[in-house]
């Protein structure tokens, strides 16, 4: 067995002893198109990426630019779709992000002891457009927001410059590692 077979076997390995629960919902009109075991690997990937160690479990759900359009208008006052919006069902109280999913934090864990952190809403149409535009695959487009949409349900963000870079370069690692599978 060479060693890059057994790496990756362990990883697979690694992935599958995480707990978490990803609830993944896909528009019907998209079903064909998208893959869902990769949908679930970035999600538990960016868990592991930022530390998250206690069960936790999400809802990503893959629709269109009227449903995202619709949410962010209700949400956000604004009349227009996005590519994705999270809505977290617990306040990250951390200092550090990456903090926020451990024993340790103010996470008040519910009687079955898993931390559900909220719902992940992504267009696929505006992630087939942005790839278009991007020149790259809509699977990279998509990890990306994947990835995007869990960080924010963590506490990451984007709104000062720090953030972003901060939010940034742990979606790049991990739409690397995606793509590179």
């Given at each position: 067995m060479t060693t890059l077979l057994a790496c990756a076997i362990i990883e697979r390995c690694e992935l599958f002893k995480m707990n978490a629960d990803v609830a993944i919902d896909i528009l019907p009109t998209f079903e064909d198109e998208i893959d869902e075991k990769m949908l679930r690997r970035v999600v538990e990937l960016t868990l592991r990426e930022v530390g998250v160690s206690t069960p936790v479990e999400l809802s990503l759900i893959i629709t269109d630019d009227d449903e995202?359009?619709?949410?962010?208008?209700?949400y956000r006052g604004l009349d227009e779709p996005t590519d994705v919006l999270s809505f977290a069902l617990t306040e990250v109280a951390a200092e550090h992000p990456?903090?926020?999913?451990?024993?340790?934090?103010?996470?008040?864990?519910?009687p079955d002891g898993i931390t559900h952190l909220g719902e992940i809403f992504v267009s696929y149409p505006r992630a087939m457009l942005q790839a278009r535009e991007a020149g790259h695959p809509v699977k990279q487009e998509l990890s990306l927001l994947v990835a995007h949409g869990v960080l924010h349900l963590l506490g990451y963000d984007h709104a000062e410059p720090e953030e972003e870079a901060v939010m940034r370069q742990a979606q790049d690692k991990i739409v690397a590692e995606i793509m590179s599978t």
């Amino acid at each position: 067995m060479t060693t890059l077979l057994a790496c990756a076997i362990i990883e697979r390995c690694e992935l599958f002893k995480m707990n978490a629960d990803v609830a993944i919902d896909i528009l019907p009109t998209f079903e064909d198109e998208i893959d869902e075991k990769m949908l679930r690997r970035v999600v538990e990937l960016t868990l592991r990426e930022v530390g998250v160690s206690t069960p936790v479990e999400l809802s990503l759900i893959i629709t269109d630019d009227d449903e995202l359009r619709e949410l962010n208008r209700t949400y956000r006052g604004l009349d227009e779709p996005t590519d994705v919006l999270s809505f977290a069902l617990t306040e990250v109280a951390a200092e550090h992000p990456s903090e926020a999913v451990t024993a340790e934090t103010a996470f008040v864990s519910p009687p079955d002891g898993i931390t559900h952190l909220g719902e992940i809403f992504v267009s696929y149409p505006r992630a087939m457009l942005q790839a278009r535009e991007a020149g790259h695959p809509v699977k990279q487009e998509l990890s990306l927001l994947v990835a995007h949409g869990v960080l924010h349900l963590l506490g990451y963000d984007h709104a000062e410059p720090e953030e972003e870079a901060v939010m940034r370069q742990a979606q790049d690692k991990i739409v690397a590692e995606i793509m590179s599978t």
